[in-house]
């Protein structure tokens, strides 16, 4: 069975710009997330997709939006980027209500 | 607000005995707790789950205890191998698959 599978696996961006993450989840996993990881806070959420509906959603500003499509493959968009948002994005799926997280290799942003 | 804490930034254990990782929060609601390793540039790799109705939950050499009053979680590793050198982050949830992460500990295990 695939695991998850982020893309791309790296990228650079210049402040000010936007980016779009992608995120192929396991196969039969419906529920997809998104996470931050940064040296200095940690693994933050983001958001999480059930069935194309957004459940929940993090202490991210607006810049921070995502989506999920029928087959549960999910997009992540930060627009106007900051320096700040220099990160490694992790997605991860889940089959249901809640369980185990299984991540991707993420997706590291770096912005200049 | 850090609700999840992992207060040892890092442990270092021989190999074959007992790493005890340690993780404290502050929210009672929490009701389900995952253990996570990770090695550099890697996602992180499921290790073990526990919920609010257990206080053990074995899996071969991993062992996780949850002690709901003390709001505590721990796990444990028997015996260490030095495979097992990486960060552990513990997480919890009260839901939703919204997880709040502590900021991991990095265990060394020496041959």
């Known amino acids: 069975k695939a695991g998850v599978t982020q893309t791309p696996r790296y990228l650079i961006k210049t402040r000010g710009q936007q980016v779009t993450l992608s995120c192929s989840p396991i196969s039969g996993h419906r529920s997809v997330s998104w996470y931050q990881q940064t040296p200095g806070q940690g693994l933050q959420f983001l958001f999480e997709?059930?069935?194309?509906?957004?459940?929940n959603k993090g202490n991210f500003p607006g810049r921070f939006s995502g989506r999920q499509f029928s087959n549960s493959r999910s997009e992540m968009n930060v627009s106007t980027l900051e320096l700040g948002d220099s990160a490694l994005y992790l997605c991860?799926?889940?089959?249901?209500?809640?369980?185990?997280?299984?991540f991707g290799e993420g997706s590291r942003l770096t912005v200049l | 607000d850090q609700q999840v804490k992992q207060n040892s930034p890092s442990l270092s254990v021989q190999e074959g005995r007992i790493s005890i990782l340690n993780c404290d929060y502050t929210?009672?609601?929490?009701?389900?707790f995952l253990w996570y390793k990770k090695y550099p540039a890697e996602g992180p790799t499921f290790l073990i789950s526990i919920s609010s109705i257990k206080d053990k939950n074995e899996d071969g050499r991993f062992t996780v205890f949850l002690n709901k009053s003390a709001k505590h979680l721990s796990l444990h590793i028997v015996p260490s191998q030095p495979g097992d050198s990486a960060v552990y982050f513990c997480?919890?949830?009260?839901?939703?698959?919204?997880?709040?992460f502590g900021s991991g500990t990095k265990l060394n295990v020496k041959p």
């Open positions: 997709y059930f069935s194309e509906t957004q459940r």
């Open positions: 997480a919890a949830s009260e839901g939703f698959n919204k997880f709040y």
């Open positions: 929210n009672s609601m929490f009701d389900y």
């Open positions: 991860a799926s889940s089959q249901g209500y809640t369980g185990e997280l299984f």
